[in-house]
């Protein structure tokens, strides 16, 4: 059977289409990125804005219009929150909601009748990430949210936090190594509250992956600001945990932040960068920011700027990610007063966009003429009419390095010289540095 699968939103969703497509492996299925050859269509949808609905509608729509034939399974938040959707959009044969999901690739085999192949279909060499051009894996690790921010429709989607044993992710991280895989992401609805329910927390989870695998890096996902101290910096010792932290800030004024039931302030913020920054000078500190949050004024915005501006001043933010505030019934934010309107959302944040390059030329700039090792991805592109494949530094810094003139392989860790930074791609030209030089590069600052 050929299965295709495709996924809307975060990293979480990424994740478990991931579970999926290997579940499916196991069984003997092959894995297509053919929508109109497949036999099982598998879509993962996304509700956290009223665009990512709309997005999930099409989605689906499209995958029956371009494959009527094919059985159509749709999980995720849309279809958790909507369920009626079964009765609105034609071709759908399953749904399975968020509390199901796990149990995925069973429920489907049973309710749709989908057998084994006794025999299977690929070899044990190919994984299911680089059946689907993947080079990284999410690994998810928890699921649900405990806290209640009034703007998250996802808290609802999900339902309570629940952790996966450290037992079983090790246990999938180790298996990922084996298929090859360089680099795993520890992701979930609220990963900051990881063992919440088992007795055990995040850095525990992490000392583990460490101490008992071999996997070349390990990275977070988005956390929580509040749900990390000081102490949590000293893991990063360990060059194998990669120094990038999404930190999502929501807003830079304190009182938008009381509205939206955040759970620290600016200062609060600012002192964990500054700590973060501190412990690991070069450490990559990106973040979101909620655009026209009900009530924002023009006081509140330019609180926001001005705190985004100081921090990326600093060196310590390099990105931000600015959409605007979208409407979700509910939430507590769907009935507060003053809904801002949509072109004031719009110019709010093209400034903020705007400011977001600046920091990111600055952060990245300042890497020229340093030397580093680059997780090396399959794919390619072109560059000053040059044709190079990407990577990324260990504090996730985008890095084109020419194809021509050397060995150069996908899902390889491959020490680089930065020779300039191309603003116009924002990524960091580099060239592949010599063997004996890449074992100890004089001018590395990211080992």
């Known amino acids: 059977m050929q299965v295709a699968l495709t996924s809307l939103g975060c990293r979480l969703n990424e994740a478990e289409l991931e579970r999926w497509a290997a579940g499916f492996q196991a069984d003997g299925h092959q894995l297509t990125n053919s929508v109109e050859n497949a036999d099982l269509l598998v879509v993962n949808t996304c509700a956290v804005t009223q665009e990512a609905v709309k997005k999930s509608r099409q989605l689906i729509r499209r995958s029956h219009r371009h494959n009527a034939k094919a059985k159509l399974v749709v999980s995720g938040c849309y279809v958790s929150l909507q369920p009626e959707i079964e009765n609105e959009l034609a071709g759908i044969d399953l749904i399975i909601n968020n509390h199901e999901k796990d149990q995925l690739v069973n429920i489907v085999k049973q309710r749709l009748a989908i057998d084994p192949v006794p025999k299977p279909a690929t070899g044990p060499e190919q994984a299911a990430l680089f059946a689907r051009g993947r080079n990284r894996a999410f690994v998810k690790v928890q699921d649900g949210c405990r806290h209640k921010c009034t703007f998250c429709i996802v808290t609802v989607a999900r339902g309570e936090e629940r952790s996966r044993a450290v037992a079983d992710i090790v246990d ?48 977070l996902g988005s956390v929580e600001p509040w749900d990390l101290d000081e102490h949590f910096f000293d893991l990063f010792d360990n060059p194998r945990f990669m120094p990038h932290l999404h930190l999502p800030l929501q807003s830079g004024s304190d009182t938008v932040l009381r509205r939206m039931g955040r759970r620290c302030k600016t200062s ?146 491959k020490t680089v010289h930065i020779d300039y930074y191309d603003k116009n791609s924002a990524t960091l030209m580099a060239q592949p540095m010599k063997t004996r030089d890449s074992k100890n590069p004089a001018s590395s600052a990211l080992l």
């Open 268 to 413: 609060d913020f600012e002192n964990l960068v500054k700590a973060a920054k501190e412990a690991v000078p070069d450490m990559n500190v990106t973040t979101d920011v909620i655009v026209g949050f009900p009530g924002e004024t023009d006081e509140e915005w330019r609180h926001t700027l001005d705190f985004c501006r100081g921090m990326g001043e600093n060196m310590r933010l390099s990105h931000i990610h600015a959409f605007p505030y979208s409407r979700r019934n509910g939430t507590r934010a769907a009935i507060l007063s003053g809904q801002v309107p949509a072109s004031v959302k719009k110019h709010r944040c093209r400034q903020l966009h705007s400011l977001s390059q600046q920091l990111k030329h600055g952060f990245m700039s300042r890497y020229a003429g340093q030397s580093f090792p680059v997780l090396v991805e399959n794919n390619t592109g072109v560059i000053n009419d040059q044709p190079v494949r990407f990577g990324y530094s260990p504090n996730y810094l985008r890095v084109a390095i020419p194809v021509a003139g050397g060995d150069l392989h996908g899902n390889t860790i």
């Open 172 to 219: 999938e991280i180790n298996g990922l190594h084996a298929q090859n895989i360089r680099e795993v992401i520890l992701t979930g609805v609220h990963l900051g509250g990881y063992g919440s329910d088992l007795n055990t927390d995040l850095p525990a989870l992490i000392k583990a992956a460490l101490a008992e695998t071999d996997v070349p890096r390990i990275r």
